[in-house]
C-alpha cells in the first residue's frame, strides 16, 4: 500500500469556490424551473459574486500589493490564482447574462413581466416618469465632476452609478483645450432599483439609472450630454478588525464601516454599451486591471432582480412551496420544558419549523422559574423575535446574557443597532472575544425546578435567524441533560472571560479542542481500519479546507477508510485520485434550499459518534473562530440524524460528484434505485409525518388548556 | 401526544427543594468557584465550575506580599464570580463559602488584601489554616477513602501538593494516624528554585533535589517502608489523571499504575511552559505547576514503594460543600478520625489508656445530661471527649502541675482535623481538670473571648466531675443516673460498694461545676428514689 502512495494534490480554496458558484448557475440554467426560480438563482450567482470580490479578491490584491507571490497548496501563485479566477468569472458573467437575455427575460416578458425603456415609452407614461424624476430623484442627486488631476471621488462599492461625458457649453468641439468634462451620479440605494409603471396589463418597471439617465441634462444646465454611462465597482473590503489598536470595539467596528467605503476597486462593472472614451477615462482614473474590467451586456447587479423574484402574487411563475412543517415531536399546546424533559429533541430545519426555537426562548422569558439566559447572536433578523424575548426576559429581572458578534461580515451596521437596544434593556452584551469570531450557535436557559436547577440547551448549526432558518437547511439539537448543561454555562464563562477554559463533558470547542479532537477522529478510524474493523467516516460540511484534515482524511483513505463527504462549497480534498484519496466521495447539493447543516459521522467500530457543529473544517472556523462540536448520543436523534447522511448521498437530482481532476459531473441515478431529491423527500416526510400526528391528535379528546406563549 | 412517553414517575414528593451554595477558593495560581445544589439528604451536585489564573503565589513566594495588581486581579474575578452566583440567586452570605490558603496566609498585606475584597465584592474571605487544610482534604477524598475496599486497609497516603505548601495524611487501616502541613508547594518551588539561563532538566534535577527533602522528612514522620496506595488529590493530579487514563470523565476516580504515572512526569518536567501551554491548551499559570507538581508525587509513590496512585475528581472546593452539607457537625466517620489522631497523640505521652477513655465517656454521658444548662452546639461534645481523654498526658513529663504540662503538650501537638483554635480550646479544658479555677490572667484563657471561657468552664467542670468518679483509676464506675432538684445535681452510681474516694475527689473538685451550673454536685450510691422529680 505504502509503495503506491501518491503525494497529496489539492483544490485551490478561491477556484473551487467559483466552481461552486458555477453550479448555482447551472441551477438558473436549468429549463425545467419556473423563470422566476431560475431568476432567483441569477440573483444568488451574482450576489455571491459581489461578496467573493469584496473578500476574498480583495484580499488576493492585497496580497499582491504585499508583494507576496507564493504558491498555495494546489501551486497557484497569487497572480496565477487572479488571472483564473478573471478567466473563469468573465466567463460565467457571459453565461449569466446570455441566459438572463435569452432565456429568463424572455419568459418573464411572456408571463407579462416587462422592462421598459425610455424609448419605447407612451407619452403618458413618459410624463409619469419625468414627474416621478422631478420629485423623488432630483432632489437627491449629486453629481460629483471629475478632474483629471485629482483622486477618483468617493462612490460607494456595489452601487449603481451614471458616468456623464459632457460636450464643451456652446456648441464648441472638443479639443485639447477645452476637452470633454466628465461626471458621476451615484444613484442612491434608497431610491430602489426598480421603478413601477403602472400600465394596466402586467408588470412593467423602469430601472431608475435609466430614467435619471433620461433626464440627466437638467444636473448639466447648459453642457450638452455625449453619453451616460451606468457602472459599479467593487472595493476591496478585507479590513479585518484591528484587535490590538486602541479604543473599544464597537468604535473599531464603525471604523472599518467607514474604511469600507474607500478602499481599492477589484471590480469594474460597466455597461458593454460605452464608448471607448468613456472606458478608457474611467479605467484610467479607478486605476483597474484590464482583467477586472467587466463589460455588461445587461443591467449591472442582477442581485436587484431577487425583490423581483420574491414579488407576492406570481406564484405560477415559481416552484410550489414547501413550507416548514411543525414537528411532530413539538405539541403546540405543550410547553417546551416539558418536552425537552421528557425527551431529547431534534429538528430538521426548514423541513421542520424553527418556531419551537423561537417559543423556548419566548417561554423563558415569561416563566417565572427562569433564572438566566445566555445566547450567542451571530446573525439575526430585523425585528427579530428572539431579540425582543431576550430584552423581555431581561426587564423582568431574569439575569440575560448575550453575546453579539460584531464581527459577522458585512452585518456589522445591523448588529450594532440591536446590541445597542438589549443593553437598553438590561440585558449583558459582550461584544466577542478578542482576536476571536464567536460562531458557535447555543442557548442555554437555567430554571429553577423542583428537583434543583436544570438547565435547558439548544445547539444549533445554523443562526438564530428566522427568516434564514426558512431556507438554509440545519439541525437544531434541544435537551437538558444535565453534561449539555453544565458545558453550556462553562462554556458561557468562558466566552464571557468569568472563568478559564476547564474540562468540557461533552463538548469540545474552538479554538481549543476542536480541531485536536477532529484529527483524533480521523485516525482513530484509521487505526481500526488498519486492526481489520469496519471504518466510515461521513460529513456534511460546506467547507473543507484545512490542510490538516485533508491530509488526515488522505492517511485514512489511504489505510482504507471508506469516507464520504458531502460538502456544498469550497472543497479542497481531491477525491478518487489512485494512491491517495480512491475510498474518498466528495458529493455537493445544490437545490432549492442552501444545505448549510454540519453532521459528522465516526464509525468507531460499529459504535458510532455522531455530531453537529457549528464549524466548517476551514482554518479560520477551526482557529480563529470560536464554535462547538456537539455529538448527539440519544439514540433516536442519533439515528435520525444517520437516517438524514444516509439521505443525501442517495440523492440522483440535484447532486453533483467531484472526480479525480477536481471538475465536477451530476451524479446519474443508477439502475437500481429510483431517482431522489434528497430536499424534496426530506420535505414529503416531514409533511407526512406531521400529518400523522394531527390524525392522531385528532383521535384523542384534549380538553382545552390556555397556551403558556402569549 | 401519542409520540411522548409518558412522564418519568415523579420522586416521592422531595422534602425540600435542593439549596445553591458557593464556594469559592483561592489558592497560589487561580480563584476557583464552584456553585453546587445540596439536597436535605446532603447530597452535592455541582452546577458550575470556574477558574481563573491569578498571581498570588508568585507574588507571596517571591516578594512576601501581594502586589496590587494582583489585588485588583482578584477583585475583577471576584467581581465576575459574584455575577454568577447572582444568576442563581446565591447571595447571603451563609451560602457563600470562600477561604484561601498559603498564599495569602503567608502574605504581609493579607489584611488589606481580605479587605480590599470584602470593600469591593462582600465577599468574606477565611484564612483557612494547615491543619484545617489537611481537614478539608479528608472531606474531599471522604467519599472514595469509605466507599474503596482498597483503600480502607492498611498504610495509604492521601496527598495534596498544592501551589504554596504539600498536605499529607497517613491511614491505617482506614484511619488517621497522622496528618501534617509541608512547605513544599509546586509554585513555591518554581518561583524560589528558578533562576534565568538554568536548562529544562537542570531545573528537573533541582525540584527533585528540593522534593527528596521534603519526603525525607515525611519518611522521618511516617516511619513505614511501605505503603500501598497513594491518593494524589490536586488539579495537576486531575489533569495528570486525564491525560493518561481518557475514560476517567465518567468516574469518580481513576488508578493509574505508578509506573505509568512517574513516566508521564518524566515527560512532562522537563517540557518548558510555552510547550505546555501550547500543546495541553493549559493556562500559563496551570503550566508553571504541573511539572513540580507531579515530579512530587512520583517521588513520595517511589519513597513508599507505592504501586498504585489514585486520582480523585475531587478537590478542596468539595471538601469545602461537604463542610456546608453537614452544617457545623462532624460526621461520625469525621469524629472517628479525630479519636484516632487523639489516641495515637495519647500513646505517645505513654497515657493510661484505660484512665483516659473511661473519663471521656463519663464526660461526655455528662454533657448529655446537662446539655439543657450549658447549651452548647453538638461540636463541643467531641472537643470535651478529646480533652478529657488527653487530660493526663502531661504526666508523663512530671507529677507535679501535671495539668500544666497537658496543657501545653496538647498546644504543641497536632491533632487531625482541629484547628489550632480547637486546640487550644481543648488544652485549656485539660488544664482546668485539675486545681486553679479558671482565672482571666491565667495563659491563653486570657486570650479567649467571653463566649469561649464560658465554653472551658462548662467543660471543664463537667471533666472534674469525670475525673472525681474514676479517681482510684479502677473504671469502677459503669451505671450512672441523675436527679435535679434546685441547686442540687445528683449523681446516682450503680454496682459500687463504697464511693469514699469520689467523694473525696468531688469536694476537691466539684466548686467549679457549682459555681458554673449553680447546682451542688452530689454523689450517692444506687438509684434515684422514685416520685422525686414530682415534688419540685
Known amino acids: 500500500m505504502s509503495k503506491s502512495k501518491t503525494p497529496p494534490v489539492y483544490n485551490n480554496r478561491d477556484l473551487s469556490w467559483v466552481d461552486f458558484n458555477r453550479r448555482v448557475l447551472e441551477e438558473a440554467l436549468d429549463p425545467s424551473l419556473p423563470p422566476l426560480e431560475r431568476l432567483k438563482f441569477l440573483a444568488i450567482t451574482a450576489s455571491n459574486f459581489d461578496e467573493f470580490f469584496m473578500v476574498r479578491v480583495g484580499a488576493l490584491e492585497f496580497l499582491l500589493d504585499q508583494g507576496r507571490n507564493e504558491p498555495d497548496l494546489s501551486g497557484l501563485t497569487v497572480h496565477d490564482q487572479l488571472l483564473a479566477i478573471s478567466s473563469r468569472a468573465h466567463e460565467m458573467v457571459d453565461t449569466l447574462y446570455t441566459c438572463f437575455l435569452n432565456q429568463v427575460k424572455p419568459a418573464l416578458r411572456d408571463a407579462g413581466i416587462r422592462r421598459l425603456y425610455t424609448n419605447d415609452l407612451t407619452p403618458q407614461v413618459y410624463d409619469y416618469l419625468e414627474q416621478v424624476f422631478d420629485h423623488d430623484l432630483y432632489p437627491i442627486l449629486s453629481p460629483i465632476a471629475l478632474h483629471p488631476d485629482e483622486p477618483f471621488p468617493s462612490i460607494p462599492g456595489l452601487a449603481i452609478n451614471l458616468l456623464v461625458r459632457l460636450k464643451p457649453a456652446n456648441d464648441a468641439k472638443p479639443s485639447r483645450k477645452t476637452p470633454f468634462r466628465y461626471a458621476v451620479v451615484p444613484i442612491p440605494r434608497k431610491l430602489g432599483r426598480f421603478i413601477t409603471v403602472p400600465i394596466d396589463e402586467g408588470h412593467n418597471y423602469c430601472l431608475t439609472e435609466d430614467v435619471v439617465a433620461e433626464f440627466v441634462e437638467r444636473l448639466f444646465p447648459g453642457e450638452p450630454i455625449a453619453e451616460t454611462v451606468p457602472f459599479r465597482i467593487t472595493r476591496n473590503a478585507d479590513m479585518s478588525v484591528r484587535e490590538d489598536a486602541a479604543g473599544d470595539l464597537l468604535h473599531r467596528m464603525k471604523e472599518v464601516l467607514d474604511a469600507r467605503k474607500q478602499s481599492d476597486c477589484v471590480r469594474l462593472e460597466i455597461?458593454?454599451?460605452?464608448?471607448?472614451?468613456?472606458?478608457?477615462?474611467?479605467?484610467?482614473?479607478?486605476?483597474?486591471?484590464?482583467?477586472?474590467?467587466?463589460?455588461?451586456?445587461?443591467?449591472?447587479?442582477?442581485?436587484?432582480?431577487?425583490?423581483?423574484?420574491?414579488?407576492?402574487?406570481?406564484?405560477?411563475?415559481?416552484?410550489?412551496?414547501?413550507?416548514?412543517?411543525?414537528?411532530?415531536?413539538?405539541?403546540?399546546?405543550?410547553?417546551?420544558?416539558?418536552?425537552?424533559?421528557?425527551?431529547?429533541?431534534?429538528?430538521?430545519?426548514?423541513?421542520?419549523?424553527?418556531?419551537?426555537?423561537?417559543?423556548?426562548?419566548?417561554?423563558?422569558?415569561?416563566?417565572?422559574?427562569?433564572?438566566?439566559?445566555?445566547?450567542?447572536?451571530?446573525?439575526?433578523?430585523?425585528?427579530?423575535?428572539?431579540?425582543?424575548?431576550?430584552?423581555?426576559?431581561?426587564?423582568?429581572?431574569?439575569?440575560?446574557?448575550?453575546?453579539?458578534?460584531?464581527?459577522?461580515?458585512?452585518?456589522?451596521?445591523?448588529?450594532?443597532?440591536?446590541?445597542?437596544?438589549?443593553?437598553?434593556?438590561?440585558?449583558?452584551?459582550?461584544?466577542?472575544?478578542?482576536?476571536?469570531?464567536?460562531?458557535?450557535?447555543?442557548?442555554?436557559?437555567?430554571?429553577?425546578?423542583?428537583?434543583?436547577?436544570?438547565?435547558?440547551?439548544?445547539?444549533?448549526?445554523?443562526?438564530?435567524?428566522?427568516?434564514?432558518?426558512?431556507?438554509?437547511?440545519?439541525?437544531?439539537?434541544?435537551?437538558?441533560?444535565?453534561?449539555?448543561?453544565?458545558?453550556?454555562?462553562?462554556?458561557?464563562?468562558?466566552?464571557?472571560?468569568?472563568?478559564?477554559?476547564?474540562?468540557?463533558?461533552?463538548?469540545?470547542?474552538?479554538?481549543?479542542?476542536?480541531?485536536?479532537?477532529?484529527?483524533?477522529?480521523?485516525?482513530?478510524?484509521?487505526?481500526?481500519?488498519?486492526?481489520?474493523?469496519?471504518?466510515?467516516?461521513?460529513?456534511?460540511?460546506?467547507?473543507?479546507?484545512?490542510?490538516?484534515?485533508?491530509?488526515?482524511?488522505?492517511?485514512?483513505?489511504?489505510?482504507?477508510?471508506?469516507?464520504?463527504?458531502?460538502?456544498?462549497?469550497?472543497?479542497?480534498?481531491?477525491?478518487?485520485?489512485?494512491?491517495?484519496?480512491?475510498?474518498?466521495?466528495?458529493?455537493?447539493?445544490?437545490?432549492?434550499?442552501?444545505?448549510?447543516?454540519?453532521?459528522?459521522?465516526?464509525?468507531?467500530?460499529?459504535?458510532?459518534?455522531?455530531?453537529?457543529?457549528?464549524?466548517?473544517?476551514?482554518?479560520?472556523?477551526?482557529?480563529?473562530?470560536?464554535?462547538?462540536?456537539?455529538?448527539?448520543?440519544?439514540?433516536?436523534?442519533?439515528?435520525?440524524?444517520?437516517?438524514?447522511?444516509?439521505?443525501?448521498?442517495?440523492?440522483?437530482?440535484?447532486?453533483?460528484?467531484?472526480?479525480?481532476?477536481?471538475?465536477?459531473?451530476?451524479?446519474?441515478?443508477?439502475?437500481?434505485?429510483?431517482?431522489?431529491?434528497?430536499?424534496?423527500?426530506?420535505?414529503?416526510?416531514?409533511?407526512?409525518?406531521?400529518?400523522?400526528?394531527?390524525?392522531?391528535?385528532?383521535?384523542?379528546?384534549?380538553?382545552?388548556?390556555?397556551?403558556?406563549?402569549? | 401526544m401519542s409520540t411522548l412517553p409518558p412522564p418519568p414517575p415523579s420522586d416521592p414528593a422531595p422534602v425540600e427543594p435542593p439549596r445553591l451554595y458557593a464556594v469559592l477558593d483561592i489558592g497560589a495560581t487561580a480563584v476557583r468557584m464552584e456553585i453546587a445544589e445540596i439536597g436535605s439528604d446532603g447530597a452535592i451536585r455541582t452546577v458550575e465550575t470556574l477558574r481563573q489564573s491569578v498571581h498570588l503565589g508568585k507574588d507571596t513566594f517571591t516578594l512576601g506580599r501581594i502586589q496590587q495588581s494582583t489585588i485588583e486581579d482578584c477583585v475583577n474575578i471576584l467581581r465576575g464570580y459574584r455575577r454568577v452566583m447572582?444568576?442563581?440567586?446565591?447571595?447571603?452570605?451563609?451560602?457563600?463559602?470562600?477561604?484561601?490558603?498559603?498564599?495569602?496566609?503567608?502574605a504581609a498585606n493579607r489584611d488589606s488584601f481580605l479587605d480590599r475584597i470584602y470593600i469591593a465584592t462582600k465577599i468574606n474571605i477565611d484564612i483557612i489554616e494547615e491543619t484545617e487544610e489537611t481537614r478539608l482534604t479528608y472531606l474531599a477524598v471522604q467519599d472514595i477513602l469509605t466507599r474503596e475496599p482498597l483503600l480502607q486497609k492498611g498504610d495509604v497516603l492521601v496527598v495534596e501538593v498544592g501551589g504554596g505548601d504539600t498536605e499529607l495524611l497517613h491511614m491505617h487501616d482506614g484511619f488517621v494516624s497522622f496528618s501534617n502541613t509541608y512547605r513544599l508547594g509546586a509554585l513555591r518551588m518554581r518561583e524560589t528554585l528558578e533562576s534565568r539561563g538554568s536548562s529544562n532538566q537542570q531545573m528537573v534535577d533541582l525540584f527533585l533535589r528540593h522534593i527528596k527533602l521534603t519526603v525525607d522528612q515525611i519518611k522521618r514522620n511516617v516511619p513505614l517502608q511501605k505503603a500501598s496506595t497513594l491518593v494524589a488529590v490536586s488539579g495537576d493530579a486531575r489533569f495528570a489523571a486525564a491525560e493518561i487514563s481518557s475514560t476517567w470523565d465518567h468516574h469518580n476516580m481513576v488508578r493509574i499504575p505508578t509506573k505509568a504515572f512517574a513516566a508521564f512526569a518524566r515527560q512532562i518536567g522537563p517540557l518548558s511552559i510555552d510547550d505546555l501551554v501550547r500543546d495541553h491548551h493549559l493556562s500559563y499559570q496551570e503550566a508553571e505547576t504541573l511539572g513540580p507538581s507531579l515530579l512530587a508525587y512520583a517521588e513520595l509513590a517511589k519513597a513508599f514503594r507505592i504501586q498504585n496512585i489514585i486520582v480523585p475528581k475531587s478537590s478542596l472546593?468539595?471538601?469545602?460543600?461537604?463542610?456546608?452539607?453537614?452544617?457545623?457537625?462532624?460526621?461520625?466517620?469525621?469524629?472517628?478520625?479525630?479519636?484516632?489522631?487523639?489516641?495515637?497523640?495519647?500513646?505517645?505521652?505513654?497515657?493510661?489508656?484505660?484512665?483516659?477513655?473511661?473519663?471521656?465517656?463519663?464526660?461526655?454521658?455528662?454533657?448529655?445530661?446537662?446539655?439543657?444548662?450549658?447549651?452548647?452546639?453538638?461540636?463541643?461534645?467531641?472537643?470535651?471527649?478529646?480533652?478529657?481523654?488527653?487530660?493526663?498526658?502531661?504526666?508523663?513529663?512530671?507529677?507535679?502541675?501535671?495539668?500544666?504540662?497537658?496543657?501545653?503538650?496538647?498546644?504543641?501537638?497536632?491533632?487531625?482535623?482541629?484547628?489550632?483554635?480547637?486546640?487550644?480550646?481543648?488544652?485549656?479544658?485539660?488544664?482546668?481538670?485539675?486545681?486553679?479555677?479558671?482565672?482571666?490572667?491565667?495563659?491563653?484563657?486570657?486570650?479567649?473571648?467571653?463566649?469561649?471561657?464560658?465554653?472551658?468552664?462548662?467543660?471543664?467542670?463537667?471533666?472534674?466531675?469525670?475525673?472525681?468518679?474514676?479517681?482510684?483509676?479502677?473504671?469502677?464506675?459503669?451505671?450512672?443516673?441523675?436527679?435535679?432538684?434546685?441547686?442540687?445535681?445528683?449523681?446516682?452510681?450503680?454496682?459500687?460498694?463504697?464511693?469514699?474516694?469520689?467523694?473525696?475527689?468531688?469536694?476537691?473538685?466539684?466548686?467549679?461545676?457549682?459555681?458554673?451550673?449553680?447546682?451542688?454536685?452530689?454523689?450517692?450510691?444506687?438509684?434515684?428514689?422514685?416520685?422525686?422529680?414530682?415534688?419540685?
Open chain 1, 271 to 710: 455597461a458593454a454599451t460605452a464608448g471607448k472614451t468613456s472606458a478608457e477615462k474611467l479605467t484610467s482614473l479607478l486605476q483597474v486591471r484590464p482583467d477586472a474590467i467587466y463589460p455588461i451586456s445587461g443591467p449591472i447587479d442582477l442581485s436587484a432582480y431577487f425583490g423581483l423574484a420574491r414579488m407576492t402574487g406570481l406564484d405560477h411563475l415559481r416552484d410550489k412551496p414547501w413550507p416548514p412543517q411543525q414537528s411532530p415531536d413539538v405539541p403546540a399546546n405543550t410547553s417546551l420544558f416539558d418536552i425537552i424533559s421528557r425527551k431529547d429533541l431534534l429538528l430538521h430545519h426548514p423541513y421542520e419549523s424553527f418556531d419551537p426555537v423561537v417559543r423556548l426562548v419566548e417561554e423563558a422569558a415569561d416563566d417565572p422559574n427562569v433564572l438566566a439566559i445566555k445566547q450567542i447572536l451571530y446573525r439575526t433578523s430585523e425585528n427579530s423575535p428572539i431579540i425582543a424575548a431576550l430584552a423581555r426576559a431581561a426587564n423582568r429581572e431574569k439575569h440575560v446574557t448575550a453575546i453579539v458578534e460584531l464581527k459577522a461580515r458585512f452585518d456589522e451596521a445591523r448588529n450594532i443597532g440591536w446590541a445597542k437596544e438589549l443593553e437598553r434593556s438590561g440585558v449583558q452584551v459582550i461584544y466577542g472575544i478578542k482576536g476571536l469570531k464567536t460562531h458557535a450557535k447555543i442557548c442555554v436557559i437555567v430554571r429553577r425546578e423542583g428537583g434543583g436547577i436544570r438547565r435547558y440547551v439548544h445547539f444549533g448549526t445554523g443562526n438564530y435567524n428566522e427568516n434564514t432558518a426558512r431556507l438554509y437547511t440545519d439541525i437544531s439539537y434541544l435537551t437538558c441533560n444535565d453534561d449539555y448543561g453544565a458545558d453550556a454555562t462553562a462554556f458561557f464563562n468562558m466566552i464571557t472571560g468569568f472563568s478559564q477554559p476547564i474540562r468540557f463533558r461533552k463538548l469540545e470547542a474552538a479554538p481549543i479542542g476542536l480541531k485536536d479532537r477532529l484529527l483524533e477522529l480521523i485516525e482513530s478510524e484509521r487505526m481500526r481500519k488498519r486492526e481489520g474493523q469496519d471504518a466510515r467516516i461521513i460529513a456534511r460540511l460546506n467547507s473543507l479546507v484545512h490542510p490538516d484534515i485533508i491530509n488526515a482524511l488522505y492517511r485514512a483513505s489511504q489505510a482504507g477508510v471508506k469516507i464520504h463527504l458531502n460538502i456544498r462549497g469550497i472543497c479542497c480534498l481531491r477525491p478518487g485520485v489512485p494512491g491517495l484519496s480512491e475510498n474518498i466521495e466528495v458529493v455537493s447539493i445544490v437545490d432549492r434550499f442552501l444545505e448549510h447543516s454540519r453532521i459528522l459521522y465516526f464509525h468507531q467500530g460499529g459504535e458510532p459518534q455522531v455530531f453537529i457543529s457549528s464549524a466548517d473544517w476551514m482554518p479560520r472556523n477551526l482557529e480563529r473562530r470560536v464554535e462547538l462540536l456537539i455529538p448527539v448520543d440519544d439514540d433516536a436523534c442519533r439515528n435520525r440524524l444517520i437516517h438524514i447522511l444516509e439521505t443525501i448521498f442517495r440523492d440522483t437530482l440535484k447532486a453533483r460528484r467531484q472526480k479525480p481532476d477536481g471538475s465536477y459531473e451530476r451524479i446519474k441515478p443508477s439502475r437500481n434505485a429510483p431517482p431522489l431529491r434528497s430536499q424534496e423527500a426530506f420535505y414529503q416526510a416531514a409533511r407526512e409525518a406531521h400529518q400523522l400526528a394531527q390524525r392522531n391528535d385528532k383521535a384523542v379528546f384534549v380538553p382545552e388548556r390556555p397556551s403558556l406563549v402569549t
Open chain 2, 317 to 536: 472546593r468539595q471538601g469545602l460543600l461537604r463542610e456546608v452539607a453537614i452544617g457545623n457537625a462532624w460526621t461520625p466517620e469525621f469524629t472517628e478520625q479525630v479519636w484516632h489522631s487523639a489516641l495515637a497523640l495519647g500513646h505517645k505521652y505513654a497515657f493510661d489508656e484505660r484512665h483516659g477513655t473511661q473519663v471521656a465517656d463519663l464526660s461526655v454521658r455528662l454533657y448529655h445530661e446537662l446539655q439543657p444548662e450549658h447549651l452548647l452546639p453538638p461540636r463541643y461534645e467531641l472537643i470535651l471527649r478529646i480533652a478529657a481523654l488527653l487530660h493526663e498526658i502531661g504526666l508523663f513529663i512530671n507529677n507535679r502541675s501535671h495539668h500544666k504540662h497537658s496543657m501545653y503538650a496538647i498546644l504543641n501537638s497536632d491533632l487531625f482535623g482541629m484547628s489550632r483554635h480547637d486546640m487550644l480550646i481543648i488544652a485549656l479544658i485539660a488544664r482546668y481538670h485539675r486545681r486553679a479555677m479558671p482565672q482571666p490572667y491565667h495563659e491563653g484563657y486570657a486570650t479567649l473571648d467571653r463566649d469561649d471561657r464560658m465554653v472551658v468552664a462548662k467543660l471543664s467542670a463537667i471533666l472534674r466531675v469525670a475525673d472525681a468518679l474514676d479517681r482510684n483509676h479502677m473504671q469502677q464506675v459503669r451505671e450512672i443516673s441523675y436527679t435535679r432538684r434546685p441547686g442540687q445535681f445528683t449523681i446516682y452510681v450503680h454496682d459500687v460498694e463504697d464511693l469514699f474516694l469520689e467523694r473525696v475527689a468531688l469536694k476537691e473538685k466539684g466548686r467549679l461545676f457549682d459555681d458554673v451550673y449553680g447546682m451542688r454536685v452530689s454523689l450517692e450510691t444506687g438509684t434515684p428514689t422514685e416520685g422525686w422529680l414530682s415534688d419540685v
Open chain 2, 86 to 106: 447572582k444568576e442563581y440567586g446565591v447571595e447571603e452570605d451563609r451560602h457563600i463559602r470562600a477561604v484561601a490558603t498559603s498564599s495569602v496566609r503567608e
